[in-house]
């Protein structure tokens, strides 16, 4: 059964903080993916990777990082945490389709 | 560049209604379309696709069309039931990349 894990359903952190959110697929896929989903927006895609080790701009970059060290895991790094990144996160990875995580609920306070 | 517009929700429908979502896209080219379905507390998951025009998409009694001459991918359920109960994805992937756009995302409630 296809499988993409995200390390944390709820994270709460505070303003400033650096923040790492995991993400790990069993499908041995090539292509992962970081997106944001707020209520209204749908979803944004932040950063994806087509490759280990590599990795390409999405829609909103901004105040985040990616690092893609083995072919499974793709973490999404917020490297001062704010206010307006207190979001859901949904990492998907992808062969002929994209399959999501449950998703991370973060919360900067 | 590639868009996806969806119906605004909520849709509110008693059970063993009719469902229709109505969703239309913008792209070059003959992009592959989807529809995923998100129930509450989880990830979005694949409800169904269609790669070339005039192709329907079908699964678990939804069922969708691909109209190239309309740019169009409605989403329809004859007969909905409470358990339909969730968001609802339409979205669009150029052929052969693997980079999707989404739609807003229509939220669905059913009541008994």
């Known amino acids: 059964d296809v499988k993409v894990t995200q390390s944390s359903r709820y994270l709460v952190k505070r303003t400033g903080e650096k923040v790492f959110l995991e993400c790990v697929q069993d499908m041995d896929h090539e292509n992962m993916f970081w997106y944001r989903q707020d209520p209204g927006l749908g979803l944004r895609l932040i950063y994806f990777s087509y490759d280990v080790k590599m990795k390409e701009k999405g829609d909103i970059p901004e105040g985040y990082s990616v690092s893609r060290e083995k072919k499974e895991r793709f973490s999404l790094i917020l490297e001062s945490a704010s206010t307006n990144q207190t979001s859901m996160y949904l990492c998907a990875s992808s062969g002929d389709i994209q399959y999501f995580g449950a998703g991370t609920r973060l919360s900067v306070l | 560049g590639d868009s996806v517009t969806q119906m605004e929700g909520p849709v509110t429908l008693s059970e063993e209604a009719f469902l229709t979502i109505n969703c239309t896209y913008t792209a070059t080219g003959y992009p592959s379309l989807f529809w995923y379905v998100q129930y509450p507390g989880e990830g979005l998951q694949l409800l169904l696709k269609?790669?070339?025009?005039?192709d329907k998409g079908s699964n678990k009694g939804f069922e969708a069309t691909y109209r190239k001459e309309t740019t169009s991918f409605h989403l329809e359920k004859g007969s909905v039931q409470v358990s339909d109960s969730a968001v609802y994805f339409c979205?669009?992937?150029?052929?052969?990349?693997?980079?999707?756009?989404f739609g807003t995302g229509t939220k669905l409630q059913v009541i008994p």
């Open positions: 269609a790669t070339k025009a005039d």
């Open positions: 979205a669009l992937s150029p052929w052969g990349y693997q980079k999707v756009t």
